[in-house]
Structure formats: structure tokens, C-alpha cells
């Protein structure tokens, strides 16, 4: 007779959740790696984001296993410099809305605009705290905030770790929908990626 213990892990639902944590490895050469779990460790959404497609565009899933896509984000342009990511459900391919990385302004201090369905604006991402210190000295943990509709909708605040790098995301109580904040989020930590390795 087994012994083996099995557990039983319920069906998550990103509406009740309000904790998250992001994960990806220091360093990466082809692909970069997020896994993002619940604030009681069952993984929510799993992402490959590649380096050296010309277009960028990534699937973000519900499994390692890729068989359960959520959301996909696709740039707008080829080259630009204020770069422009809609995100869109992958199965019914509803669009949340759209994210456009204010480029000159991110010298300094990272910054992303939000936008609705409609394309109208709605809020924005900025990295938070010793910005231009973390240009030079890039092991400093870093702080992102996301805003919409005039409230903080978001805080995301990364953990010291040497061969990882985590960030906790707390989402407030807000309209804007739990997968289009997690996916700013998401490229938020990306373009911070981009910059510690480039």
C-alpha cells in the first residue's frame, strides 16, 4: 500500500488573491524565466520572455507546462523609443488595455503609462526609491508602484536573494483587473531585467 502523500491544490482564482510573488533567475542568456505564485505557493502564471526576437511578444500561462495560456503581450513597434505592449486575453483575445514605457523619461527613473481598452489613459508604473543609485549599483533591491483611476493599485518591492531575484506584489482593492496589473508588473521587473544585463 502507498504512503505517498498527495496534495490537493484547489483552483486559484487572481479575483480573491491579493499577494503575489515573482520569481526568475540572476542571470539569464536566451530567455528569462517568471514564475509568479500565490501568496500560499501555488504558481499562477508561468512566462519565457526572449531576448533576441525582433518584435517582442510573449505568452503568459497558468502551468509550466504551456498548455493553459492566459494572457498574450505583444509590442506595437519594431524600434521605438517610447515602446508600446497590448495585452490581451489569449483564449477570447478581449484586450485589457495597453502599456507604453515612456523611454527618455526612464533614464533616471523607470516609468510606464496605462491605458484602457479604449486606449484612453488610466494610470502608470514608476519605479520608486534610489532610482539612479540602482543604474550604477544594480544588487539594490528595487520598488515599483502602480497607479490608476488617481489610487495606488499596486506596490512591488523585491527581497534580497543571491542567485534569485524575487519581488512581492501587493494588489489594493481596485476596478482595474488583477492579470492586466500582474502583466504591468511583470514588464516593469523586464525592462529593470533588460537594463542590469544589457
Known amino acids: 500500500m502507498s504512503t505517498e502523500l498527495v496534495r ?5 482564482s487572481l479575483t480573491t488573491q491579493r499577494h503575489y510573488l515573482i520569481k526568475r533567475k540572476f542571470w539569464s542568456f ?22 533576441l526576437k525582433l518584435r517582442e511578444e510573449f505568452m503568459v500561462y497558468e502551468d509550466e507546462a504551456e498548455t493553459r ?12 523609443i517610447n515602446f508600446s505592449y497590448e495585452i490581451t486575453d489569449a483564449t477570447t483575445g478581449h484586450v485589457f488595455g495597453s502599456v507604453r514605457k515612456e523611454g527618455l523619461r526612464s533614464l533616471i527613473r ?29 544588487w539594490l533591491t528595487s520598488q515599483h508602484a502602480i497607479f490608476a483611476n488617481g489610487q495606488q493599485v499596486a506596490a512591488i518591492q523585491q527581497k534580497f536573494r543571491f542567485f534569485t531575484k524575487e519581488f512581492l506584489v501587493d494588489l489594493q482593492q481596485s476596478t ?9 508588473a511583470l514588464l516593469a521587473l523586464m525592462a529593470e531585467a533588460r537594463r542590469e544585463q544589457g
Do not use: C
Not at 482595474?176 to 504591468?184: E, G, N, Q, R, T
Open 176 to 184: 482595474m483587473d488583477p492579470k492586466f496589473v500582474l502583466a504591468v
Open 30 to 51: 536566451f530567455e528569462r524565466v517568471f514564475r509568479v505564485w500565490t501568496g500560499d505557493g501555488q504558481l499562477i502564471m508561468y512566462i519565457k520572455h526572449p531576448l
Open 69 to 80: 495560456p492566459m494572457l498574450r503581450v505583444k509590442s506595437k513597434q519594431v524600434i521605438a
Open 110 to 138: 523607470d516609468k510606464f503609462v496605462l491605458f484602457d481598452a479604449n486606449n484612453q489613459e488610466i494610470g502608470y508604473a514608476e519605479e520608486q526609491g534610489a532610482s539612479v543609485l540602482r543604474r550604477f549599483f544594480p
Open 8 to 12: 490537493e491544490v484547489a483552483g486559484v
